[in-house]
T-cell receptor
Framework: AQSVAQPEDQVNVAEGNPLTVKCTYS??????LFWYVQYPNRGLQFLLK??????LVKGSYGFEAEFNKSQTSFHLKKPSALVSDSALYFC?????????FGDGTTLTVKP | DADVTQTPRNRITKTGKRIMLECSQT?????MYWYRQDPGLGLRLIYY???????NKGEISDGYSVSRQAQAKFSLSLESAIPNQTALYFC????????????FGPGTRLTVL
């Protein structure tokens, strides 16, 4: 069975500072890992994914994620946070049938 | 136009009423999913469908039923709504390739009084 953990319910950063939202996973076989973002009163939007290849994956809105196989982690990062990045972020692991989502991390970027 | 649409967007109903939430997609995807979102609990899978004739229960299917009327339409029903079904409900679609992401609708906020 596959699983995903987001150890932080809340992450607070100041605008302009780097941000990291953590995710660890457990899968058998090759991991297909995803990050989604949910803005208030909206559905989830896809940010980026790791399939294979480079461990650093770049996505939308300046976000990137680092895949670390030995630590079974897939942390979301951004070099310089914006207030508009404030949202709920979900990590997910997928297979052909369905995806398993973490519980989400609320990111708050303060001016 | 949005790729995945849900109706209604908001609904308030009373305990014991039958409610149907509808989802339509123009992505051409075979796979469709219903999730509910509760604060602090992330997304929990209710039902999913791989095609019109293939319906599967998710982790929290009790109290819910679904109908896949066509490739593009997937409805969720609450036969007799209860207050703890108050939540945000999302429909999503996906291809059969595990490397592909899901596409989500805007959600339906359901309140059961």
């Amino acid at each position: 069975a596959q699983s995903v953990a987001q150890p932080e319910d809340q992450v607070n950063v100041a605008e302009g500072n780097p941000l990291t939202v953590k995710c660890t996973y457990s899968v058998s076989g090759n991991p297909y890992l995803f990050w989604y973002v949910q803005y208030p009163n909206r559905g989830l939007q896809f940010l980026l994914k790791y399939i294979t290849g480079d461990n650093l994956v770049k996505g939308s809105y300046g976000f990137e994620a680092e895949f670390n196989k030995s630590q079974t982690s897939f942390h979301l990062k951004k070099p310089s946070a914006l207030v508009s990045d404030s949202a709920l972020y979900f990590c997910a692991v997928g297979d052909a049938g369905k995806s398993t989502f973490g519980d989400g991390t609320t990111l708050t970027v303060k001016p | 136009d949005a790729d995945v649409t849900q109706t209604p967007r908001n609904r308030i109903t009373k305990t014991g009423k039958r409610i149907m939430l509808e989802c339509s997609q123009t992505k051409g995807h075979d796979r469709m999913y219903w999730y509910r979102q509760d604060p602090g609990l992330g997304l929990r899978l209710i039902y999913y469908s791989f095609d019109v004739k293939d319906i599967n229960k998710g982790e929290i299917s009790d109290g819910y039923s679904v109908s896949r009327q066509a490739q593009a339409k997937f409805s969720l029903s609450l036969e007799s709504a209860i207050p703890n079904q108050t939540a945000l409900y999302f429909c999503a679609t996906k291809t059969g390739d595990p490397r592909d992401e899901q596409f989500f609708g805007p959600g339906t906020r359901l309140t059961v009084l």
